[in-house]
């Protein structure tokens, strides 16, 4: 590491650390908490966007960011561009005139061992680039030198949390990014706009195409569309007329130009692809064929997503471009070469194992830690289908501090930045990004994904960036009455949907309100008009007045009631997720917690009367809070 670069990034540290350490750490302390509070305000928004089955959102964000200077981000953005080039190249030929399939270059059983190698995109030669976006993992050894673990074609995955964590850490520490002149995020968002909408006509509209409300990653998904300003689709919203890709809306049929995807390459196309599937349109295929949509990223391109190129790629970028990766690969071995195989087994069991699936998902194993029965289950599970495993040996990863309390301890990071790519073949380096921390350096290496923390990366400039927030931009107050004929119709039936079963859940718990009111009155026939109201919307045969709490809880509140508070609530929020960026952070934070009191209620195993009472006025409250939002 030069001299120059290494005070450079001493001086920031210390920079930062005073400012961590202000007041006996107690500083930091009061910013983690403040970072954890606003992480939880969006978790709540993320549980409201996503089903109970997805509700825990992988590592925190750790108060002490990742600092870069200028000249690493510049010496990586030439590595991470020149990848771009070649990524282009080497899908081009896959999909093309498969020169390094034909002269031996690639080995068959490479290529076809791949799982996200697509048959079906051969010959589709779409007429914008294969690969619009991509993320890329790097990490950097105890020495210094910087290694590409993977890259992910998946539109790219992680972008929206990269934004969502940069707001909240320019809202907590947003003096310090100023003073260290950190660079903005901005100007690669708009060239992921920018290139999204370069063939847009007056009337075309830009998506960002979801598998929907089932996908894990739904919150980044809905919070993306939205800072993007582009419309959130499903596949069932979209149809293709006469070659052009149409969004189903209020106002008719709206074109479609620019399609941010984060459907599988095999689900865009029912017609072409999986035939099963739902996610995607009939047609689509096609569509990006005749360059009738611009789309990020083309699919067939997830093909270079497998860690199964990671030992290869070197040698075919000389064949390509003629010039040598400035960003080497983490050195790996191919389990389907001979070679390699003789070498794996030479290392065995000092090796990390990875299959074939798409980086960074997928089984991955650390050898040594593994009992010897399930050791000789996964070299059993090798030796049957070697040319599908990926091993390599762990390297030592550079330490990071980490935030703990008012202290600080070390971790391992790999980091993920991404490059957007212009029609022109121009490429844009985000000049941020996110580091994924593990204490354990050899699972850090291999689940990336799934780490223990997150920290935003800072790359510093020599002087403030004041070019203007893309948000500025887009904040501009609309005077006049908003334009909802771009509605997607599905999401104008459920919004529709929403507020009948508003309505329904408002009127039941009104009732139930008066016959707890009835029940606990001292007036008998008071007692036996309110039992009677309950029986008579419930059809049941009557309620017995000794055990009238545990009845009106059971018919009103219990999971499996027909008709219930349950069944209601549970259609309000799916029909609330289905219009995500349609509804304020207040409503949504008002819908959870909704949800949330009648879960609690629904556990509740005796109580009495007076005691429900107070429960069902809280949720008249909330009800009344959501509807006035």
Known sequence: MPDTLAQSIDHALAILLDALDYDEGNQQARWAEEVERRLKENGLTYQAHTSKHHESRQGQLDVVPYLMDESTFEHLSRGLAQ??????????????ERNLLANGSIPPDLLFSNPEYLIAA????????????????????????????????????????????????????????????VKRLSGFFR?????????????????????????????EHAFLANHLDFILAEGDDLTVRNNRLM???????????????????????????????????????????????????????????????????????????????????????????????????????????????????????????????????????????????????AIDLEVVPVAEENIRTESHAVLRMYTAQSQDLKVDVMPGGLAACNHDASWAQLRPNTPERYKDLWVMGTEPDNQLSMFAEMDVPALGPMDQSMTPSRVADAMFWLGRYVERADGLTRLVREVLAGAIDVRTERQRAALWLLSAKFQTDGIDSDN??????????????????????????????????????????????????????????????????????????????????
Not at 149 to 168: D, N
Not at 333 to 358: C, I, K, N, T, Y
């Open 83 to 96: 990848r771009m080039r070649f990524f282009e190249a080497l899908i081009n030929d896959l999909y093309g």
């Open 122 to 181: 051969h010959g589709l030669n779409p007429q914008t680039p294969w690969v619009s976006f991509l993320a890329h993992d790097l990490l950097r050894d105890s020495s210094g030198q910087w290694f590409v673990l993977g890259q992910s074609t998946r539109a790219p995955a992680g972008l929206g949390y990269v934004l969502e964590r940069r707001l909240i850490m320019s809202r907590v520490m947003g003096y310090l990014l100023r003073r260290m002149s």
């Open 191 to 219: 060239t992921l706009r920018q290139f999204l909408r370069a063939d847009s006509q007056d009337r075309d509209l830009s998506i960002l195409l979801t598998p929907g409300q089932s996908a894990e990653s739904y919150f």
């Open 247 to 393: 969004l189903k809306t209020l106002s008719g049929l709206r074109p479609v130009s620019g399609v941010l995807r984060r459907v599988a390459d095999q689900d865009v196309d029912p017609l072409e692809l999986n035939g099963l599937s739902r996610q995607g349109t009939p047609g689509l295929m096609n569509t990006v064929r005749r360059g009738g949509i611009r789309m990020g990223n083309v699919p067939g391109s997830s093909v270079i997503d497998s860690p199964l190129w990671m030992g290869r790629l070197e040698g075919l970028c000389q064949k390509l471009l003629g010039e040598e990766l400035l960003l080497k690969s983490l050195p790996a071995l191919w389990l389907g070469d001979p070679d390699d195989r003789e070498e794996f087994d030479a290392l065995w069991p000092d090796v990390l194992v990875r299959h074939a699936s798409a980086f960074p998902a997928s089984q991955s194993f650390v050898v040594r830690d593994l009992p010897d029965s399930e050791r000789q289950t996964l070299k059993a599970s090798i030796q049957v289908d070697p040319s599908s495993w990926v091993a390599w040996q």
């Open 548 to 629: 009238a709490a545990g009845e009106i809880h059971q018919l009103t509140f219990s999971s499996t009631a027909p008709g219930g508070l349950n069944e209601l609530i549970n259609g309000i929020m799916r029909n609330a997720r289905a219009t995500p960026d349609y509804l304020s952070d207040d409503a949504w934070r008002a819908l959870v917690n909704l949800e949330q009191m009648i879960d609690r209620i629904g556990l509740i195993k005796h109580a009495d009367a007076g005691r429900f009472l107070d429960q069902v006025d809280s949720i008249l409250m909330q009800l009344a809070t959501f509807s006035g939002l």
